[in-house]
T-cell receptor, first 113, second 117 residues
Framework: DAGITQSPRHKVTETGTPVTLRCHQTENHRYMYWYRQDPGHGLRLIHYSYGVKDTDKGEVSDGYSVSRSKTEDFLLTLESATSSQTSVYFC????????????FGQGTRLTVV | AQKITQTQPGMFVQEKEAVTLDCTYDTSDPSYGLFWYKQPSSGEMIFLIYQGSYDQQNATEGRYSLNFQKARKSANLVISASQLGDSAMYFCAMRGSYGGSQGNLIFGKGTKLSVKP
């Protein structure tokens, strides 16, 4: 199995609080992605990174920020959590050079109350 | 902009029969990759099959094959001899190239497949 872990796996937080989700990889892959999964919407890309300090917005980036200070870690921050950000969040990693599949973390279930 | 379309929200198939899940895509990148993932009720994302835009032959992996029609921009997944364990959500995805979309990886909305005994 690819070495990718997400933390925490479950979190309940209050509206208005900041929340940070962590994605850690041991594969030294260049690309890292954050998605949210909601019923009827599939997986929607929030942000992705193509190298240390290199990030770009995805389809649903409003209200989210990311940081990648090391190859192995990609952090997703909800600056001020809202109920609409209740979702399952997935991190994925990919190595474009080898043109292989993207590997996914186990997901983080976030509930904003 | 890249786009993936899966037009079948849900499908049923009889056990042991074949089923085709549809996927169409749109991209301006000359080089791209197409993927299919399975998500069972337990939630994990399982990679099934990959097709590169320059691959001459359709990809196959065991009971899975990808019917790639580049001119029609379609990448349908064919599952042969369906099994009860194939019941899951199936997602089609596309990744751009270096010079195009910086490796952007986007997904369709998915198709829920139910296999009937």
């Amino acid at each position: 199995d690819a070495g990718i872990t997400q933390s925490p796996r479950h979190k309940v937080t209050e509206t208005g609080t900041p929340v940070t989700l962590r994605c850690h990889q041991t594969e030294n892959h260049r690309y890292m992605y954050w998605y949210r999964q909601d019923p009827g919407h599939g997986l929607r890309l929030i942000h992705y990174s193509y190298g240390v300090k290199d990030t770009d917005k995805g389809e649903v980036s409003d209200g989210y920020s990311v940081s990648r200070s090391k190859t192995e870690d990609f952090l997703l921050t909800l600056e001020s959590a809202t109920s609409s950000q209740t979702s399952v969040y997935f991190c994925a990693i990919s190595d474009l050079d080898s043109n292989t599949e993207a590997f996914f973390g186990q997901g983080t279930r976030l509930t904003v109350v | 902009a890249q786009k993936i379309t899966q037009t079948q929200p849900g499908m049923f198939v009889q056990e042991k029969e074949a089923v085709t899940l549809d996927c169409t895509y749109d991209t301006s990148d000359p080089s791209y990759g197409l993927f299919w993932y399975k998500q069972p009720s337990s939630g994990e994302m399982i990679f099934l099959i990959y097709q590169g835009s320059y691959d001459q032959q359709n990809a196959t992996e065991g009971r899975y094959s990808l019917n790639f029609q580049k001119a029609r921009k379609s990448a349908n997944l064919v599952i042969s001899a369906s099994q009860l364990g194939d019941s899951a959500m199936y997602f089609c995805a596309m990744r751009g190239s270096y010079g195009g979309s910086q490796g952007n990886l986007i997904f369709g909305k998915g198709t829920k497949l139910s296999v009937k005994p």
